[in-house]
């Protein structure tokens, strides 16, 4: 898996070519927040950039996805969320999902950090058990990109 830190060091030298375009916020710094291993999935954070929010995910190497630019399920218990594969030769196969982009509506790196928390929070909770009658399977929950930020800000998902 790889590492955070690998992740920033790649991800800040990007920033440092991007510096000055529309799109980049200054006032915002590339961060990584709650980058962990999930069992059966492989690494998964929120990536913070000037210029973008992005849900990242590195595959377990093992994983059969499709190639480079197309879109692969990440499924967590909270639902499934649909990401864009990359390849790079520094950080090798991953997967990422917009969650905002661009930046310019974060004043500051603590509220992007809040948003990223709050984006953690939801795709990495447990859902509660449904009760439904025996005669009906449940229907699992895929909250799309959209459905995660209405229920992040208090509407229905």
Same mark, same amino acid.
């Given at each position: 898996?790889?590492?955070?830190?690998?992740?920033?060091?790649?991800?800040?030298?990007?920033?440092?070519?991007?510096?000055?375009?529309?799109?980049?916020?200054?006032?915002?710094?590339?961060?990584?927040?709650?980058?962990?291993?999930?069992?059966?999935?492989?690494?998964?954070?929120?990536?913070?950039?000037?210029?973008?929010?992005?849900?990242?995910?590195?595959? &377990?190497? #093992?994983?059969?996805?499709? /190639?480079?630019?197309?879109? *692969?399920? %990440?499924?967590? =218990?909270?639902? $499934?969320?649909?990401?864009? &594969?990359? #390849?790079?030769?520094?950080? /090798?196969?991953?997967?990422? *999902?917009? %969650?905002?982009? =661009?930046?310019? $509506?974060?004043?500051?790196?603590?509220?992007?950090?809040?948003?990223?928390?709050?984006?953690?929070?939801?795709?990495?909770?447990? =859902?509660?058990?449904?009760?439904?009658?025996?005669?009906?399977?449940?229907?699992?929950?895929?909250?799309?990109?959209?459905?995660?930020?209405?229920?992040?800000?208090?509407?229905?998902?």
């Amino acid at each position: 898996m790889l590492t955070g830190e690998a992740i920033l060091a790649y991800y800040r030298a990007v920033a440092e070519r991007m510096a000055g375009l529309p799109v980049y916020n200054p006032a915002l710094a590339v961060e990584l927040r709650g980058w962990r291993e999930v069992a059966g999935v492989g690494g998964v954070g929120v990536l913070i950039t000037p210029w973008c929010m992005n849900l990242f995910w590195q595959p &377990l190497a #093992e994983a059969e996805l499709p /190639g480079k630019g197309e879109q *692969a399920l %990440l499924s967590l =218990p909270s639902g $499934d969320y649909e990401c864009t &594969l990359h #390849e790079d030769p520094t950080l /090798g196969r991953f997967a990422s *999902a917009s %969650l905002c982009s =661009p930046m310019q $509506d974060f004043a500051d790196q603590a509220g992007a950090q809040a948003m990223a928390d709050e984006a953690l929070r939801l795709v990495f909770a447990e =859902p509660a058990p449904v009760l439904e009658p025996a005669h009906e399977p449940a229907t699992p929950v895929n909250l799309g990109r959209r459905a995660l930020f209405r229920r992040a800000l208090g509407g229905a998902p």
